[in-house]
């Protein structure tokens, strides 16, 4: 398949260009990355995740459906794959690929990075959300979203909570590389809906696939793993958190197997520094059509209202609530494009950031203190943890995450 003509790139604008020469006359350092990684990185956004949909064709949208093919799976998490003698040779190949521990995996490095999502804590979500909905400008971004309906309308909660319920179980100290943890189970599920989405999505009339190459794609995901890293490390920092130049790479090796488990290969373009990691993010931007339509406007304007206080709270549960909506706000205010939020019609966001810069000398005192105190920074970790999960239970109401594949698309 050529390379999709939505993602405008090595073709940069006039201004883009400027910028770059600038930047790389005063730096020495060329802000975008090399051409191979560039065309590998092309080349991503038209490949998938071959075992997995072999395995989905065959179950979950074979002869077996979702509700059979789930339970098998979820028996093999519990009892080991070999105790399903009927599972079929695709699922097979799946569990020992989801099982292999690959060789560039340094499990110091990835319990390091854990630690440092564990320091973010829900900062991670927020953050990483807004910087996600600055993405919503691009079509092969957003549209497989909108008909999917994940982070559309009133699902969009929903299925924020679901997400911020993986982040909590992969970060878990020690649980992203404990065979049969939650997280990596939840992992596993992500990935095949993931696959399942991608099947739809691709056979649905809405999508151009000259246009925009493969739904969910490899470059796609790659994108969000590091928007899940080197985009909070830096990101955090005027609110408090001083992730260290060693905590950056170890979050982004984190973040690298995290995508591991749920289908990210992106082999000889997955960045191993966090410079080359940069590199990578300015060439999406810079490769943007500005393309989403409706789909990217439903998809923004629908995630920091969906945290608005509800009919039904009252009192401090109502407080809870639109404290945690102006939060979002704020996050949203800071960390998309000025240029790009302009576009959409938002919430204030200055209620929010002047909430976010009031509490972050106390998150710079502790970031502080836990520099010279291995106990501070434990304790710091566990009630970050803790409060996340707190919240979580709380926003969700008691309803468990269910990372349903096979669903049908919602247009």
Known sequence: MSAPTAFRYPQLSRRRARLRTAVHRVTGVDPLPSDDVAQAFIAGLTA??????????????????????????????????????????????????????????DPDLVEQGAAVWRRWAYALGALGNAGTNDTYTEGWLAVPLSLSGGYAGQRALHRYLETSRWWIEV???????????????????????????????????????????????????????????VAPALGL??????????????VLH??????????????????ETVADA??????????RSYDSGG??????????????????????????????????????????????????????????IVLLLARSPVILALELARRMSATVDERWQRANLRR???????????KAAAFEAAVPLRR
């Open 48 to 105: 998938g995740d071959p075992v997995a949909e072999r395995f989905v064709a065959e179950t979950y949208h074979g002869e077996l459906g979702a509700r059979k093919a789930r339970e098998l799976v979820e028996r093999a998490q519990r009892d080991g794959i070999d105790a399903v003698p009927e599972a079929p040779e695709s699922m097979r190949a799946l569990f020992e690929e989801f099982e292999q521990l690959p060789d560039w995996v």
């Open 171 to 229: 970060c878990r100290p020690g649980a992203i590389l404990t065979p049969g943890s939650l997280g990596r189970n939840i992992s596993l599920h992500v990935r095949i809906m993931h696959v399942s989405v991608r099947d739809r999505v691709k056979q649905h009339p809405e999508w151009d696939a000259e246009r925009w190459g493969l739904p969910i794609s490899q470059s796609a995901m790659l994108l969000t793993l590091l928007g899940g890293s």
């Open 237 to 250: 920092y005027p609110l408090g958190h001083l992730t260290s130049p060693q905590e950056m790479r170890a």
């Open 254 to 271: 984190f973040n690298r197997y995290c995508g591991y488990l749920v289908g990210v290969r992106c082999d000889g373009y997955f960045p």
């Open 278 to 287: 940069w590199r990578i993010l300015f060439m999406a931007d810079a490769a």
């Open 295 to 352: 789909s990217g406007t439903e998809l923004v304007e629908s995630f920091v209202p969906a945290f608005e206080p509800a009919v039904q709270h009252r009192g401090l549960a109502r407080l809870r609530a639109e404290y945690h909506y102006r939060v979002q706000a704020g996050y949203l205010g800071l960390y998309m494009l000025p240029w790009n939020r302009r576009r959409y019609r938002l919430p204030s966001a200055v209620p929010g």
């Open 388 to 398: 996340w999960e707190a919240w979580l239970r709380w926003q969700s109401d008691g």
